[in-house]
Every structure is written in C-alpha cells, then in structure tokens.
C-alpha cells in the first residue's frame, strides 16, 4: 500500500514559490503548477494532462479540442482521482470565474482551506472565493 505525505497546509508557499519562476507553459502556469502539487502529493506522474512543459502550440491545439475542463476532466479521471462537491485544502479543481474583473476566464487551482489558489500569466498568485466561481474539483487522496 502507497503511503501519501500531507504538504497540505503548505499549498499557497508551495504556489508561491511557482509564482516566482519564469513563466512557462505547462510548468509555471496554473495548470503546470496544478500537476506540480499532485505529483508532490500522490507520487504519481500527472503530465498526462497536457503536453510537455512549453510546448505551447500543442497545449493550444488540445485546448482548442475540447477547452480547459475537458482536458482536465480526462486528465484527472485517468489518474484515478474523484470528484467531490465538498473540497478539502489539497484538494485542485477546474475553476470558471462568474463574477468580477475576472468574469469568464478558467484556471486549474489548488483549494488552501478556504479559497482555490491559482497563479495567472503574470506570474502572480491570485485566491479565488469560492462564491466567485464554478469549481468542478477532485479530491486528492487524504490521509491514505
């Protein structure tokens, strides 16, 4: 049995420190980091979600394919995670803002507790309300 490490309350340091790289597709962005801290958490290589780290017409063409959920949601069904209506700190999800000046853009964030944690383009590490938004989010194992 695969024993998991509980980094969970070190997820805005963890994203921080992403925030202060360079920005780069598929590795700095939230989707890069997204995959970062399920590889940190489970153990288990996540780079099934979207192409090598950079490859930015390739993570286009596979976003044009079916959008940012639909590449997540294969993704991270076929790692086996689950889809929860309650997220926990740890846990990541597919976020569409509904209100706001962010209104109507998409991110994959990490929940900290209390709001989902998501890094933009500008390298800056934003939290999101819950309330702001639509999350579709998967649990990450707890506790195993």
């Given at each position: 049995m695969m024993t998991w490490t509980c980094r969970r309350p070190r997820v805005r340091p963890f994203l921080s420190a992403i925030a202060h790289e360079p920005w780069r597709v598929g590795w700095s962005d939230c989707v890069g980091a997204m995959i970062r801290w399920i590889e940190a958490e489970t153990g288990r290589r996540a780079t099934l979600l979207l192409p090598v780290a950079g490859d930015e017409a390739e993570a286009a063409a596979r976003l044009a394919e079916g959008g940012l959920l639909a590449c997540m949601t294969h993704g991270l069904d076929a790692l086996g995670l689950v889809r929860t209506d309650r997220p926990q700190a740890g846990d990541v999800a597919h976020l569409r803002v509904v209100t706001g000046l962010l209104a109507g853009q998409e991110?994959?964030?990490?929940?900290?507790?209390?709001?989902?944690?998501?890094?933009?383009?500008?390298?800056?590490?934003?939290?999101?309300?819950?309330?702001?938004?639509?999350?579709?989010?998967?649990?990450?194992?707890?506790g195993l």
């Open positions: 991110s994959a964030a990490i929940h900290d507790g209390r709001h989902w944690l998501t890094i933009s383009r500008q390298s800056r590490l934003l939290p999101i309300r819950p309330a702001w938004c639509d999350a579709t989010a998967w649990r990450l194992p707890h």
